[in-house]
Nanobody, 124 residues
Framework: QVQLVESGGDLVQPGGSLRLSCATT????????IGWFRQAPGKEREGVSC????????YYGESVKGRFTISRNNAKKMVYLQMNDLKPEGTAVYYC?????????????????WGQGTQVTVSS
């Protein structure tokens, strides 16, 4: 069973940048697709990004496309989410997830494991 620990959440000004990290216990990380979700109080959970195992194909939610970049380092068992041009609506708890794949024929793949989340606050 893979375990995930997020870090890097912080208070940042609108337009600023932040990099989130997801450390995993996976013996071979490329077995997994890794996703990022976020959830703000009173809001539905939103899929932010996902990176597949092999090949490492990336996907982004429409609200973050062009501003966020997901990457992975399988040797370090780490996944990163670089967030640029942050907006106030980006304020949320961000979670990384382990999945069999980013997508299935019926939509987003079922999440197999969740991290505990890291708080990102975008405010002046």
């Amino acid at each position: 069973q893979v375990q995930l620990v997020e870090s890097g959440g912080d208070l940042v000004q609108p337009g600023g940048s932040l990099r989130l990290s997801c450390a995993t216990t996976a013996f071979t990380l490329d077995y997994y697709a890794i996703g990022w979700f976020r959830q703000a109080p009173g809001k539905e959970r939103e899929g932010v990004s996902c990176i597949s195992g092999s090949p490492a194909t990336t996907y982004y939610g429409e609200s973050v496309k062009g501003r966020f970049t997901i990457s992975r380092n399988n040797a370090k068992k780490m996944v990163y989410l670089q967030m640029n041009d942050l907006k106030p609506e980006g304020t949320a708890v961000y979670y990384c997830t382990a999945q069999a794949a980013c997508f299935t024929g019926s939509g987003t793949a079922t999440v197999a494991a969740w991290g505990q989340g890291t708080q990102v606050t975008v405010s002046s």
